[in-house]
């Protein structure tokens, strides 16, 4: 049994893309970046499921500031320009919003924490 656990803190690069399948069940997609030790950007794809989703889609915006934990990491290689990159994905479950790049102290908005009980797997 092998098992992975990430936890990260980053910034939307554009805002979540909200779907709900055939299936019903909604699923919410998002590109997060973050700097790493030598301050060059990082990025990562994260999929939320149920509720999850759902407050991310609707309380987070390009620029948004949340902490996220998940469980299933992913990752693939492919082919750009005749060069090999590599992409990561999330699948996540905890979810708390820290604020985005425009908020001024005293004036954000409560901040919900979402557990990971809504996660379908």
């Known amino acids: 049994m092998s098992m992975s656990s990430v936890t990260m803190i980053g910034r939307l690069t554009a805002d979540p893309e909200q779907k709900i399948p055939a299936s019903g069940n909604p699923y919410t997609r998002m590109r997060v970046a973050w700097n790493n030790k030598k301050d060059t950007p990082g990025y990562i794809d994260v999929t939320l499921f149920g509720r999850t ?19 299933q990491l992913e ?19 905890n979810l708390t919003l820290l604020g985005n790049k425009d908020d001024v102290a005293g004036e954000t908005a409560p901040k919900p924490v979402v557990g990971d009980d809504d996660v379908p797997f």
């Open 75 to 93: 990752w693939r290689e492919y082919e750009k320009d005749d060069e090999k990159r590599v992409a990561y994905s999330l699948v996540g479950g």
């Open 53 to 71: 989703g759902e407050i991310a889609a609707q309380y987070l915006k390009k620029g948004s500031q949340f902490c996220l934990s998940g469980s």
